[in-house]
């Protein structure tokens, strides 16, 4: 049992060495295509910001909607949120060695937002218009959410301190 932990352990800690290397690599390529184009690289402070919030939707989409359930499935066991919202699921990765590995990246919003944003970066330089778009409508997606919580967790505070305060 604890060789086969150890095995697991050691294609996980490949796994992670594998992803980050295709990272890496892709990052590599992209900067050195880039860089044979000598052409600037220029994001504005309103770029910067909608590619946070677009990033911010995107991984939250991938680790948590029921809608991208499916894509998660191979690697993660995923319920409905404890609280019952009813929109979000917590996905937990299954498994042992890659499929677990592949499950963290994947039930992690930070970790697979991080993917997204580059990707949508490569896509501002690759195909500007159509990324454009598509950072737009998500960047005004992750406002609304994070509008979305921020109000959920107020009327929340609001309830529990009228709770609190009321006569018993």
Do not use: H
Request: aromatic share 8%; with cysteine.
């Amino acid at each position: 049992m604890a060789q086969q932990s150890k095995q697991s352990q050691t294609q996980e800690r490949a796994t992670y060495l594998t992803l980050i290397g295709i990272f890496l690599g892709i990052f590599a390529a992209f900067s050195k295509r880039e860089d044979d184009k000598r052409r600037p690289i220029n994001f504005s402070g309103l770029d910067v910001a909608m590619l946070g919030l677009a990033t911010f939707r995107a991984g939250r989409l991938a680790a948590y909607d029921r809608v991208t359930e499916p894509l998660r499935a191979p690697v993660t066991d995923t319920k409905p949120d404890e609280y019952g919202a009813g929109e979000n699921v917590v996905a937990q990765a299954e498994g042992s060695g890659f499929r677990k590995a592949a499950g963290e990246l994947v039930s992690c919003p930070t970790c697979v937002g991080t993917w997204a944003g580059a990707a949508m970066v490569y896509g501002l330089r690759i195909a500007p218009q159509p990324t454009r778009l598509f950072i737009a409508f998500m960047s005004a997606t992750g406002l609304a959410e994070l509008i979305d919580n921020a109000s959920e967790a107020m009327s929340w505070t609001g309830k529990a301190q009228r709770k609190a305060s009321a006569p018993e």
